[in-house]
């Protein structure tokens, strides 16, 4: 089974607009939950990630939220441009105990038009 | 700094064949992965390995083959090459289970 699902699978939204991915999962022992960005014919690279322990996290124009309860989390990017055309994965893992690998969910690829 | 250097970039495999996708990283990382990527279907794990002379299956490791003899290589084995091994392949790897994963430019193979 997929353990970490991401919706939408695609979207389109105008320069400016703040595009927003979610993803959810159910095992509760991950405790690392990073977004890769993935631009044609290159491999993902890490793009933000955060930890259980705090609800949001802010590097630039990329915001993660995180909702412990409901398991899941989010990727809001501001003042979106027509650069951060990509694809977008949503991961999980853990290192504790278990040693659960990074799993990805299906990602979303987002367009920006000017 | 080189980081994670996949080899080759792309292959054409014929039914049947075998190959071996080569992977090497000098960061000095504990973990290293194998993914394959489909269309519309992310990353999805093929083997792992948290250490040198350990590895573990992922979530599609049939029809696949690794080893790790090394904390730099991990070289993934393809015995008898299906079309439904087309695919493109990353390797990555990081320090820890949760730290950030590092990827290599991918491997684009072709079954035919």
């Known amino acids: 089974q997929q353990q970490v699902k991401q919706s939408p699978q695609s979207l389109i939204v105008q320069k400016g607009g703040i595009p927003i991915i979610n993803c959810a999962y159910e095992?509760?022992?991950?405790?690392?939950f990073p977004w890769y960005q993935q631009f044609p014919g290159k491999g993902p690279a890490l793009l933000i990630a955060i930890r259980p322990d705090v609800s949001e996290k802010k590097e630039g124009r990329f915001t993660i939220s995180f909702n412990k309860s409901a398991k899941q989390f989010s990727l809001h990017i501001m003042d979106s441009q027509p650069g951060d055309s990509a694809t977008y994965f949503c991961a999980a893992s853990t290192g504790l105990s278990g040693n659960t690998p990074l799993v990805f969910g299906k990602g979303t690829r987002l367009s920006v038009i000017a | 700094n080189a980081g994670v250097t996949q080899t080759p970039k792309f292959r054409i495999l014929k039914i049947g064949q075998s190959m071996t996708l080569q992977c090497t990283q000098d960061?000095?990382?504990?973990?290293m992965y194998w993914y394959r990527q489909d269309p519309g279907m992310g990353l999805k794990l093929i083997y792992y390995s948290v250490g040198a002379g350990i590895t573990d299956k992922g979530e599609v490791p049939n029809g696949y083959n690794v080893s790790r003899s090394t904390t730099e290589d991990f070289p993934l084995r393809l015995e008898l090459a299906a079309p439904s091994q087309t695919s493109v392949y990353f390797c990555?790897?990081?320090?820890?289970?949760?730290?950030?994963?590092?990827f290599g430019q991918g491997t684009r193979l072709t079954v035919v």
């Open positions: 990555a790897s990081s320090y820890g289970g949760n730290t950030e994963a590092f």
């Open positions: 960061m000095n990382h504990n973990y």
């Open positions: 095992n509760t022992a991950f405790d690392y």
